[in-house]
């Protein structure tokens, strides 16, 4: 019987490598040892696996080694910052186009491609150190300090607000007190000197609220809270300004295109000293450039 040619696909081969890595993984408890499927195409090259009594042993393991510092320079890479997008053209141009470019002219030889991985490998280093991207800004005041600063400014806010609303109530009154005519009137007066005294009660409680708030928090009064609060604003609002400064530096940084590093030839750097010695400004002349490969 003539057998069914989707076993002999590449993608049967992944879907049951999936399939294999999920049934095992069920039975793996800790994270950290569950096992995944290499990822063809993406940044990371995958290691060959040495089998017993393999006449290539050696060979594999300084191949798998060079492999190996790839995707170490990788991991910094990432961690930096430097774009996936930038990673996997470096990856195409210094790894697999050099190595198909390799295999046409001389045939494969192992040691020519651990030298075109080391290649790629060095020039990532150069990017990343090009890369650069400015540090993160640090508040100069504790984030979670502020944060609780922030739910006593809430309460007293609060206060503050029943304190007005309880004053305009207690003006309002004295205003129809004030205007009050008669000899027959003496029981409204009362009754309006009664809620005024109470609302004033009510202005005296809300005020002792206020500092016992603040007393609780460690402040010896308000204003003491106050002067404390304004200070750790500024400082919140300069994190704040330094923050948006650093992320607009950093996604333009980014969204450059990435640019092979260049060596300045000899010839350039002596036109260079030549210039900076006359500080004359003179006509531009126009000088080659090198554009080595490392």
Same mark, same amino acid.
């Given at each position: 019987?003539?057998?069914?040619?989707?076993?002999?696909?590449?993608?049967?081969?992944?879907?049951?490598?999936?399939?294999?890595?999920?049934?095992?993984?069920?039975?793996?408890?800790?994270?950290?040892?569950?096992?995944?499927?290499?990822?063809? #195409? #993406? =940044?990371?090259?995958?290691?060959?696996?040495?089998?017993?009594?393999?006449?290539?042993?050696?060979?594999?393991?300084?191949?798998?080694? $060079?492999? @190996?510092?790839?995707?170490?320079?990788?991991?910094? $890479?990432? =961690?930096?910052?430097?774009?996936?997008?930038?990673?996997?053209?470096?990856?195409?141009?210094?790894?697999?186009?050099?190595?198909?470019?390799?295999?046409?002219?001389?045939?494969?030889? *192992?040691?020519?491609?651990?030298?075109?991985?080391?290649?790629?490998?060095?020039?990532?280093?150069?990017?990343?150190?090009?890369?650069?991207?400015? *540090?993160?800004?640090?508040?100069?005041?504790?984030?979670?300090? +502020?944060?609780?600063?922030?739910?006593?400014?809430?309460?007293?806010? #609060? @206060?503050? &607000?029943?304190?007005?609303?309880?004053?305009?109530?207690?003006?309002?009154?004295? /205003?129809?007190?004030?205007?009050?005519?008669?000899?027959?009137?003496?029981?409204?007066?009362?009754?309006?000197? #009664?809620?005024?005294?109470? !609302?004033?009660?009510?202005?005296? &409680?809300?005020?002792?609220?206020?500092? %016992?708030?603040?007393?609780?928090?460690?402040? *010896?009064?308000? @204003?003491?809270?106050? /002067? =404390?609060?304004? /200070?750790?604003?500024?400082?919140?609002?300069?994190?704040?300004?330094?923050?948006?400064? +650093?992320?607009?530096?950093?996604?333009?940084?980014?969204?450059?295109?990435?640019?092979?590093?260049? /060596? $300045?030839?000899?010839?350039?750097? !002596?036109?260079?000293? %030549? %210039?900076?010695?006359?500080?004359? *400004?003179? &006509?531009?002349?126009?000088?080659?450039?090198?554009?080595?490969? &490392?």
């Amino acid at each position: 019987m003539k057998k069914d040619e989707w076993f002999k696909n590449k993608a049967f081969t992944k879907e049951v490598k999936e399939l294999f890595t999920d049934t095992i993984n069920c039975y793996v408890k800790e994270e950290s040892e569950k096992l995944s499927v290499f990822q063809q #195409g #993406g =940044v990371y090259l995958a290691t060959k696996k040495i089998g017993k009594n393999n006449p290539k042993a050696e060979k594999i393991k300084s191949d798998n080694a $060079a492999r @190996q510092e790839w995707n170490r320079t990788v991991d910094v $890479a990432l =961690v930096e910052g430097v774009p996936e997008e930038d990673i996997l053209k470096i990856k195409q141009e210094k790894i697999t186009d050099k190595t198909l470019q390799s295999i046409r002219t001389h045939g494969w030889l *192992p040691d020519m491609f651990r030298q075109i991985i080391r290649g790629a490998k060095d020039f990532l280093q150069e990017v990343i150190f090009k890369f650069k991207l400015p *540090p993160k800004p640090v508040p100069k005041i504790d984030l979670q300090e +502020w944060k609780d600063m922030q739910k006593v400014m809430y309460e007293l806010q #609060g @206060q503050s &607000r029943e304190i007005k609303r309880t004053q305009q109530d207690v003006s309002s009154l004295k /205003k129809q007190l004030s205007e009050l005519r008669g000899l027959f009137k003496g029981k409204e007066r009362k009754s309006l000197e #009664g809620r005024i005294a109470l !609302l004033e009660d009510l202005e005296k &409680r809300l005020h002792r609220s206020m500092e %016992q708030i603040v007393k609780r928090e460690g402040y *010896p009064n308000v @204003q003491a809270f106050q /002067k =404390v609060y304004n /200070k750790a604003e500024e400082l919140i609002i300069e994190y704040n300004e330094e923050l948006r400064v +650093w992320k607009n530096q950093t996604e333009q940084k980014k969204e450059k295109p990435l640019e092979q590093p260049k /060596k $300045a030839s000899v010839l350039e750097k !002596l036109h260079r000293y %030549q %210039q900076e010695g006359r500080q004359q *400004p003179k &006509r531009s002349v126009k000088k080659k450039s090198m554009d080595r490969e &490392r």
